[in-house]
C-alpha cells in the first residue's frame, strides 16, 4: 500500500512563495510518475503539474513560469516550488502517484490573500 503525505500548505499574501512536499512510503518510489492537483471551492479539480519517473516535467498553462515541480528519490519526495502566487491559486493542493495503479495524498490547504 502506497502512503503519500503532503505539507507545506498554509497563509500567504500574493506575490509569496510556498514550497509543498508530498513524502512517498510503502513502495519504490522512483518508478512512480508523480503529479499535483489542486481544487478550489466550486470547481473541478485540475492537473497543475506532472514529472515523469525519468524527470520530464509538463504544468498547466496558468502555472507555466511560476511553479516548478522536482523529486528526490532518494528522500521518496516530491516538491511543488509556487512563486509569484495569486488569489486565484488558492485550493487544496494533492499529490498523485501513478503506475500500474493510481494513489492520492490528503491534500493540503493553500490560500493567497490579495
Known amino acids: 500500500q502506497v502512503q503519500l503525505v503532503e505539507s507545506g500548505g498554509g497563509l500567504v499574501q500574493a506575490g509569496g512563495s510556498l514550497r509543498l512536499s508530498c513524502a512517498a512510503s510503502?513502495?519504490?518510489?522512483?518508478?512512480?510518475?508523480m503529479e499535483w492537483y489542486r481544487q478550489a471551492p466550486g470547481k473541478q479539480r485540475e492537473l497543475v503539474a506532472h514529472i515523469s519517473s525519468g524527470g520530464s516535467t509538463n504544468y498547466a498553462d496558468s502555472v507555466k513560469g511560476r511553479f516548478t515541480i522536482s523529486r528526490d528519490n532518494a528522500k521518496n519526495t516530491v516538491y511543488l516550488q509556487m512563486n509569484s502566487l495569486k488569489p486565484e491559486d488558492t485550493a487544496v493542493y494533492s499529490c498523485y502517484a501513478g503506475y500500474l495503479k493510481g494513489y492520492w495524498g490528503q491534500g493540503t490547504q493553500v490560500t493567497v490573500s490579495s
Open positions: 510503502g513502495t519504490i518510489f522512483s518508478i512512480y510518475a
